[in-house]
């Protein structure tokens, strides 16, 4: 089997850069025939996903973090060839895709899973909307998409300067730090065409997988190959309010509370209300949408692992 390996070589800071050496030793005692790539910049792992398909490969293995996964995701979507095999390898930030599954930490074993698991297909969400400078723009996503303080939050969390943290903690204090800024978007949620919500809101989270910002199990209902997305509304609310509730947030407790509801959909929506900016994210990533239209996929990927 020829495999090609995108690997973003600045995910995971000093310890990603160790864990790499092990991982391509692995890699290579399991996949002689490979070809490896490197990202320099946002947006080349989907460029380098097309062009390792076009070359022939038959597995794409991603190496990296939640944004480097989303982004390989993208580019087999829009592959000549989106049925190609898909893998990946976490050692980034957050690594909120890889939480959906159990997999062996330790390289050689990870890389041996890889090698001997089965093909499943699972789900993957197609956003389009309108940039912001009013094109028409498209991406696709395998974990979480969303609205509100959580796009302010990936954007501190990615951006440059010097970290005081890493992984988890990273997420939190930013967490922390954002939520005290923000003041709610207003914003109607649209589900499968009909209004389920209309007004202020901390988070919307359209997910396919079940966790984000570092370990928060945001969406504990979410499967991966229902051919559904499910969709989390925080309510807008007081700072200190929020700060409640995203202490519970990794243990799963927040559900029940009466400002957050749950819904479950095929097409969903989310657009400003009147001219407001809405701060969006996927996987990880910045999004410089004005507005949202996610749609399933159901059963578009082809996953490894």
Known sequence: MKIGIIRNPVSGGRSGRARWRDISTALAARFPQRELRETASAGDAARLAIELVEAGCELIIAVGGDGTI?????????????DT???FIPTGTGCDFARNFTLPHAPDALVRHIAEAPVRRIDVARVTGSSSG???ALRHFANIASVGVSGR???????RGRRVANGSLRFLLCSVREILRYRPEVVRVVVDGEEIFHGPVT????ANGRWFGGGMHVVPFADLADGLL?????RGTGKFGVL?????????SHVGHPLISFHRGSVIEIRPVADQHLSIE??????????????VMPAALSLKI
């Open 70 to 82: 989303g982004d390989v995701v993208d580019g087999l979507m829009r592959s000549a060839r989106p």
């Open 85 to 87: 095999v898909f893998s």
């Open 134 to 136: 009013g094109q028409d």
């Open 153 to 159: 939050i990936v954007e501190a969390v990615n951006g």
């Open 203 to 206: 988070v919307v989270a359209v």
């Open 230 to 234: 499910d969709i989390g509304i925080l």
């Open 244 to 252: 409640g509730i995203l202490a519970r947030l990794y243990s799963a």
């Open 282 to 295: 996927a996987d990880g990533e910045t999004l410089a949408f004005d507005r949202l239209r996610v749609e």
